[in-house]
């Protein structure tokens, strides 16, 4: 029983440390599959949970800070936007350049408002996302099996976790089952297609950046306001990295990136758990070797393991009318 | 004449300091087939391009039906009754027919609705029209002519009155063209307007009504089809008389130069694509193989030039074998004589950012001719380039220059002197003069000619039937990779394109 319980306890977390990663995953997917790269997932994230956690502080609101956070990681969304759709400008530099402003500028900005070390305030009960606990989560918790399942699981996590999830079976709806979807698909394979059918290439593109910006925005206040009690520098520790090969792992599917997510967040679970702790037969496993596992895993994935991942056809190139 | 369809005043266009378009009139009768000649860059896509809204005239009156019409995006050419048939498909390779049919058409913001009438439409499409295609299959998994039928349906869907072909045929075998052809007769019928764009003038003086000829982005005249001549037409694309066939004595053919024997070449998907061939090429002869591009031609050139290893067979080149494991350096084949014009020159032939006198000696810059010491002698190299530029006509004759920047077939010329002045034993040619427009035509099938005088031995490989006759002594046909027929230059056209279709073989397996 003591096994069973473990399992579920780290199952449990596995939840809760993919969220960030799913949503991410699921941002990065709008954007690529209209045809932008955007290595930019990861510093939306951040100024997503420094703009969360500030306005969730002053305004000693959860969903002003949520609302902030959305606001200000589609403000960046669009500055890539207007980088690489409207200038035709490199969508790497642009995304690298998104990081490195949004690492300097949380940490400044945190600074000069709060002077706490580039921390924001530690939030109060209000301001962030608490758990929602089920009905009867409480009284089955004894029940064996069942009972764990549903009162760890399933019941006891903040709206935003179950917001994630249910991204996933809606993103997928909206690609594949609406007109924006397939436009959206079609410019990220060939855009000279959706020009010459007589749709706007750039508007298109933005409108993807906008979605990508809404949950790179819900992915930040996630960390900031349910994962952690406030903002804290660099918080976003490469997940937006983690989340793009999340992306390629997946294929640039819906359901796959739930899995392939699913998947790092089990290997920062597991982790976390063993850490210190003898593993059977193995022995002693070093914390940075379990914390390096999703990179190497993604690198032997990648390098065979799940077939060949085709990106979408026109990704990474500025769409130039041809002569 | 009948009522006008659509009417081109005054159209000026420039990108840059080109002028793609100068003062063009035009006049397009209402259910006729109109065709477009014209050199490469003559502007004849420009004006289209203008015609659907993909750019704007700088000047100029657009008529549509009698009606001044403003067309600034093909949304408003669309709305016009108007629908256009790339020369580069504007599909979707990994949506189905279904889905391509309906973006950009789609009747409301979920799709299910449109799709269930693209499809009843399509089906209301194939009954009228002969159309058929599979509703559900995915682009890139359908051979070239249905996707361009795809095109078509798309135009249709959209109500299309007014229809612009460019350039269709260039992809097509020439019986999916004779299919194509009659599909457009039918849409004639039913009262459709269609704008063929070429430069092959056959297909003008089979089924047009008008033709209308462009040289140097201005229209330099409109004729009635039946009141002309290809000879005509020719003459007012150049600007001169041109050949259409290249004069050529008999051949002499002497010994064996490059043999083939049971050569069997798998591509990287292990997939046979030479399929045991054997042919001898003699010193002194053009032996030119037809086919329909993607039957092997490609991956035989490769393999011969040393560029890809095959799986089994032999090649002796001067009686000595060639290296077929891979490890052939095409260095050491052109040591040895063999000489090799790619059949892109963009990926395989050149390096566009270099500059011209680069590429003309790009392969042979070993040459103790271009070498001082350790390093290039650049005087000899610009030397020699000026040589070949004034020798092949390479326009502009600017050594300098970046590759990029000069047009198609000067590009083909900058390879075809850089490998011919190489005074090789055998000269292996793909696609002599892929996107090379008439005059340059004839200038390389001379060339061509004279080498096979000169007792070279030449092995031409191309998907344009005309040249493959007016320059071959022998003709091979290849379909599935293999050499399914062998004829003399007399052979008709529909003789070899019923080879190149693979239907003899058919007949002969029933």
């Known amino acids: 029983m003591d096994v069973f319980i473990a399992i579920v306890q780290i199952l449990d977390s596995t939840i809760r440390l993919s969220v960030p990663l799913l949503l991410a995953c699921l941002a990065g997917l709008f954007s690529e599959r209209s045809g932008i790269f955007d290595i930019g997932l990861e510093g939306k994230m951040l100024v997503g949970a420094f703009a969360g956690a500030a306005a969730a502080s002053v305004f000693h609101s959860a969903f002003i800070g949520l609302g902030m956070a959305i606001l200000i990681s589609v403000a960046f969304a669009m500055v890539h936007g207007f980088a690489s759709i409207t200038h035709r400008g490199n969508q790497i530099v642009s995304g690298v350049a998104i990081n490195f402003i949004a690492a300097g500028s949380t940490i400044i900005l945190g600074q000069a408002w709060f002077q706490q070390g580039g921390r924001t305030p530690a939030l109060q009960p209000g301001e962030r996302f608490d758990a929602i606990v089920w009905p009867g989560a409480e009284a089955v918790r004894d029940v064996p099996i069942i009972g764990p399942i549903y009162a760890e699981l399933i019941s006891g996590h903040s709206l935003l976790v179950y917001l994630a999830f249910l991204m996933v079976p809606f993103t997928w709806w909206v690609l594949f089952r609406t007109r924006f979807g397939l436009r959206l698909r079609a410019v990220g394979e060939n855009p000279a297609a959706v020009d010459t059918a007589g749709i706007s290439v750039a508007w298109l593109r933005y409108r993807a950046l906008i979605c990508t910006g809404i949950l790179t925005g819900v992915a930040g206040a996630y960390l900031s306001m349910v994962q952690n009690g406030g903002f804290v520098k660099d918080m976003t520790a490469g997940k937006g990295y983690i989340a793009l090969a999340a992306l390629i792992f997946a294929k640039w599917k819906p359901v796959n990136a739930m899995f392939a997510c699913l998947l790092f967040g089990f290997l920062d679970a597991a982790a976390i758990r063993l850490q210190g702790s003898p593993l059977p037969i193995i022995g002693k496993v070093p914390v940075q070797f379990m914390q390096a596992l999703p990179y190497i895993l993604t690198v032997i994935l990648l390098a065979g393991f799940i077939g060949k991942a085709i990106p979408p056809r026109a990704g990474g190139v500025p769409y130039v009318k041809e002569r | ?510």
């Open chain 2, 1 to 510: 004449m009948a009522q006008a369809a659509i009417e081109l005043i005054g159209i000026n266009k420039s990108f840059g300091a080109v002028r793609a378009n100068r003062d063009i009139n035009l006049e397009i009768a209402r259910g006729t087939i109109h065709g477009i000649v014209g050199e490469n860059g003559a502007g004849k896509s420009t004006l289209m391009s203008i015609l659907y809204g993909f750019y704007q005239a700088d000047s100029g009156e657009i008529r549509v039906g009698g009606k001044p019409a403003s067309i600034k995006t093909p949304n408003d050419a669309i709305a016009l009754g108007i629908g256009m048939v790339h020369q580069h498909f504007m599909l979707v390779d990994n949506f189905s027919v279904l889905e391509n049919i309906i973006l950009g058409a789609e009747s409301d913001a979920l799709l299910k609705s449109s799709i269930a009438k693209a499809r009843s439409e399509l089906d209301r499409l194939e009954r009228e029209y002969g159309l058929e295609v599979d509703p559900d299959a995915i682009i890139e998994e359908l051979p070239v002519g249905l996707q361009q039928r795809v095109e078509i349906l798309k135009a249709l869907y959209r109500g299309a009155e007014i229809l612009i072909l460019d350039e269709p045929t260039g992809v097509l075998t020439p019986a999916e063209a004779d299919h194509l052809f009659r599909i457009l007769k039918q849409l004639k019928e039913q009262g459709k307007t269609v704008v063929l764009i070429t430069h092959k003038l056959r297909e003008i003086m089979a089924i047009t009504d008008n033709v209308s000829v462009m040289r140097q982005g201005t229209m330099v005249a409109t004729r009635e089809t039946s009141k002309t001549t290809v000879g005509e037409l020719a003459e007012l694309m150049v600007g001169r008389r041109v050949l259409l066939r290249v004069e050529k004595g008999e051949a002499e053919a002497g010994a064996v130069k490059l043999a083939v024997k049971n050569l069997t070449v798998k591509d990287s998907r292990g997939v046979t694509m030479v399929d045991d061939i054997s042919f001898d090429l003699r010193a002194g002869e053009i032996v030119g193989i037809a086919g329909v591009a993607g039957n092997g031609q490609s991956e035989l050139l490769e393999a011969i030039s040393g560029i890809r290893h095959a799986v089994s067979g032999s090649v002796m080149l001067d009686g000595k074998p060639i290296d077929l494991t891979g490890a052939a350096d095409p260095g050491e084949l052109r040591d040895r004589g063999l000489a090799h014009v790619p059949e892109d020159r963009h990926h395989v032939g050149l390096v566009l950012a270099f500059e011209e006198n680069e590429n003309s000696i790009l392969g042979y810059h070993d040459d103790p001719r271009y070498l001082k010491g350790p390093f290039l002698n650049v005087d000899a190299i610009m030397a020699d380039a000026k040589d070949k530029i004034e020798k092949y006509d390479i326009r502009p004759g600017n050594p300098r220059l970046k590759t990029a920047n000069f047009s198609g077939g000067n590009q083909q010329k900058i390879v075809l002197a850089r490998e011919m002045e190489q005074d090789p034993g055998v000269l292996i040619v793909g696609q002599p003069t892929r996107g090379v427009d008439v005059g340059a035509i004839e200038f390389i099938h001379k060339r061509l000619i004279a080498m096979r005088d000169q007792g070279k031995a030449v092995l031409v490989v191309s998907v344009e039937l005309d040249e493959i006759r007016s320059l071959s002594d022998r003709i091979l046909v290849m379909f599935a990779g293999r050499i399914v027929g062998e004829r003399g230059p007399e052979a008709t056209e529909g003789e070899l394109g019923l080879l190149m279709a693979g239907v003899e073989r058919q007949e002969a397996a029933l």
